[in-house]
């Protein structure tokens, strides 16, 4: 429903209102992004109407963590952002997400239903997970993506979060954040995303939907790899699978060819569009960024924005 003009237009509105944060959770820190805005009042309909906001400056921090001090974590964070409403994304050490088949059973049924189509293939019991799913945008798919994560682990970063004024917003992974890249790009994009010591994610992103992704092993220490290493093969290693992925898409979801090949990758990453551009007819763009944690938290509050306005989208 939208907002009535009377809360568009309330001046009179408590300063004091919580920020909003971007949080994405690694396995050795948290990196939080917070906006600064300037209120901006305008008479013309060209320019910002009575409420909107510039982003004018950012504020990014990070904060140690050693995968189970949550509590001291937010107590940090706490102390740097005072009481504040905070978007998360997990990296992907704290969840899986699996495609299966969609079970036939009433809405009302589905998450219980689900439950037993993934026991197999989690490491937990079924009673010690917390999952939800998001449908495929393709046309009469029989899939969903279900993304799973232990619910002790999530309930314990929750509490600590509300154990110091922080009021969590929602969850998400980092399949989603990456997403509000291109969310209103009518062209299919081929995203790789890799953070440190992790495994290479690649997608493929159009029109703010989710059409495919899976995690290449081989690749985790893609951002600590010399230009010399890369053109000795590394890179023509990583256009194999780019190639295997987008033949995937192309004759097994029946889609049009990607339109472009976009690295969010930290370390040698102009270098990397440079050798795979050789290889294929799409263009290859480095994504210009301080870091791709940074990025991933800031694209966070983006990604929660983008979902409340659909009225759509997962959140566990």
């Known amino acids: 429903m939208e907002k009535s003009l009377l809360t568009r237009l309330a001046f009179w509105q408590n300063k004091q209102t919580k920020l909003e944060l971007g949080v994405y959770v690694c396995q050795d820190k948290l990196v939080v992004y917070q906006a600064k805005h300037l209120d901006v009042i305008s008479t013309t309909e060209t320019e910002y109407h009575v ?21 001291c974590v ?17 990296s992907a050490s704290f969840y899986q997400l699996l495609v299966v088949d969609k079970p036939n059973v009433e809405p009302s049924e589905m998450s219980q239903a689900l439950l037993w189509s993934v026991k197999d293939m ?27 994560a232990e619910k002790a682990r999530l309930s314990a970063m929750v509490l600590a979060a509300q154990e110091h004024h922080m009021q969590v917003l929602g969850i998400s992974i980092e399949e989603m ?9 009518n062209q299919a994009k081929l995203v790789l995303c ?37 053109a000795m093969g590394m890179a ?33 990453v102009d270098k990397l569009a440079e050798l795979v551009s050789a290889n294929f007819d799409q263009k290859v763009n480095a994504i210009a960024v301080d870091t791709v944690e940074t990025k991933i938290a800031l694209l966070t509050c983006g990604e929660f924005h983008r979902v409340e306005s659909r009225e759509s989208g997962v959140q566990v």
């Open 51 to 71: 409420g909107e906001s510039v982003a004018t400056e950012s504020i990014t921090h990070e904060f140690a963590f050693n995968g189970s001090n949550w509590s």
């Open 74 to 90: 937010f107590a940090s964070i706490a102390k740097q952002f005072k009481p504040a409403k905070l978007h998360i994304t997990l």
């Open 122 to 148: 989690v490491t937990h019991a079924v009673t010690d997970i917390h999952l939800d799913y998001f449908d495929s945008p393709l046309p009469n798919s029989t899939k969903l993506n279900v993304v799973v």
């Open 177 to 185: 954040a990456v997403i509000s890249l291109f969310a209103k790009d």
């Open 194 to 230: 890799h953070t440190p010591g992790q495994e290479l994610l690649l997608t493929v992103v159009k029109q703010g939907q989710l059409y495919m992704q899976r995690r290449v092993r081989g690749f985790n220490k893609l951002d600590t790899v010399s230009a010399d290493d890369l």
């Open 236 to 268: 023509d290693n990583l256009s194999l699978e780019l190639q295997r992925s987008m033949d995937y898409f192309e004759s097994q979801l029946r889609q049009a060819p990607v339109a472009s090949i976009e690295l969010l990758i930290n370390g040698q």
